[in-house]
């Protein structure tokens, strides 16, 4: 599905710890259901999951099957991060909005049924990989007048900084459990702020969009 463009402001989000809670309900759901521990105290994700009944760490490989099996069957768990939904909706007033999301191109039905459930309507990109290609497939896509990318990994950010350099870059990480951990993107030199609540981002990303956006 292609759109002709609009020439509108455009808003590019991620959708894990942005605007949905994923690490805490991945946590809960393996303590309850898969006899793994999970404690994040580095940005380490590789080293935050141990088998209960011998203290091991999870192989890199099992890993990821669990990721694949929570996305099969829990997507349910995951709720808003405060503030997410009223902003989505106040963006889209008068900007277009889309979600490019990590996941396999699979679940890209499913991760949008999930939001819309959530009362986020939105379209959604699968991306596997540094985000800034498909940031720019979707830039040709709708040639905004402004874009905004919002994301809570600080590599998606150094990808988006180098392929759409244009683009007004957010780093926010709504999630209590991993924002202190993980590298910041804005210290970096990648973002151009990093903002972890939404009362707080809504402001910034709306003078992006429809201001001034020297900074």
Known sequence: MSIKPSGRPLV???????????VAPFRDWLGETQGVSFS?????????????????????????RLLGAFFDTEMPRQQPITGSVAAMRKLAEDADVVVLTNLVDHRQQARTL????????????????????????????????????????????????????????????????????IPCAHKAGHAHARIDTWDHALPWLLTQLHGENDA
């Open 114 to 181: 999930q939001l819309a459930d959530h009362g986020i309507n939105v379209r959604v990109f699968t991306n596997q990989g540094p985000k800034g290609p498909a940031l720019k497939a979707i830039l040709d896509e709708y040639q905004p007048s402004r874009a905004v990318f919002i994301d809570d990994l600080a590599q998606h950010h150094g990808s988006a900084a180098e392929i759409t350099p244009q683009v007004m870059r957010l780093h926010l990480c709504g999630e209590p459990l991993l924002a202190p951990h």
């Open 40 to 64: 994040l105290d580095s940005h380490d994700f590789s080293r935050a999951m141990r088998l209960k009944a011998t203290g091991e760490l999870v192989d890199p490989k099992e890993i990821w």
């Open 12 to 22: 590019i989000s991620d959708c894990d710890e942005v605007l949905l809670h994923m």
